[in-house]
């Protein structure tokens, strides 16, 4: 069965850093592309970065800079390095796997992110 | 990169039929047949329902139906039942390595 869950989230200062994990099962994260999106309370979906399969990663503007995705194929474990925080990452974070052409056909439960002092 | 904009609610009665339309751009939704569709109960992940435009996944149902014209997609419910009832993202690859999420959509069923 293809599963992926993700852990780590938890309440950090702003200008803090976090790395969350994603571990998954039933398939190989070095040969699929893997997603992050995340959700602010009460609101809608965000796209945050994409890892493909050949180790490139992607991230949409508003944490360029700030973020890193990686993985550990050893391990079959997405990684989220987060850094600088601010109050306004803080959201629920969804690691997802991406099919062909794009359709992201398997999502964790997410990891809550708080960023506050 | 904006988010695709798509009504906040939207409401039908059982058995009816409702479209949910998601506005992009030219150089997003415009450009590419790169379209999917989530549903989101209340707490849950989000599910995929709808890929590449209009393809269903095993395991979805035949009520769910996708389409595309310029720079806006739709997805369509018919046969509306109370299971239906919660959130709905679109969303669109928009070149340079990027994905876009629709505002998403509240279905309430009367």
């Known amino acids: 069965e293809v599963q992926v869950v993700e852990s780590g989230g938890g309440l950090v200062q702003p200008g803090g850093s976090l790395t969350l994990s994603c571990t998954a099962s039933?398939?190989?994260?070095?040969?699929?592309?893997m997603t992050w999106v995340r959700q602010a309370p009460g609101k809608g979906l965000e796209w945050v970065s994409v890892?493909?399969?050949?180790?490139?990663?992607y991230y949409a503007e508003s944490v360029k800079g700030r973020f890193t995705t990686s993985r550990d194929t050893s391990k079959n474990t997405l990684y989220l390095q987060m850094n600088s925080l601010r109050v306004e990452d803080t959201a629920l974070f969804y690691c997802?796997?991406?099919?062909?052409?794009?359709?992201?056909?398997?999502w964790g439960q997410g990891t809550l992110v708080t960023v506050s002092s | 990169q904006s988010a695709l904009t798509q009504p906040a609610s939207v409401s039908g009665s059982p058995g009816q039929s409702i479209t949910i339309s998601c506005t992009g751009t030219y150089s997003d939704i415009g450009t590419f047949n790169l379209v999917s569709w989530y549903q989101q109960y209340p707490g849950k992940a989000p599910k995929l329902i709808i890929g590449e435009v209009s393809k269903r996944p095993s395991g979805v149902s035949h009520r769910f139906s996708g389409s595309k014209s310029g720079n806006t997609a739709s997805l369509t419910i018919s046969g509306l039942q109370a299971e239906d009832e919660g959130a709905y993202y679109c969303c669109s690859y928009a070149g340079s390595d990027t994905l876009v999420f629709g505002s998403g959509t509240k279905l309430s069923v009367l």
């Open positions: 890892l493909y399969d050949d180790g490139s990663a």
């Open positions: 997802a796997r991406v099919a062909l052409n794009w359709p992201l056909d398997s």
């Open positions: 039933g398939f190989s994260v070095s040969a699929h592309y």
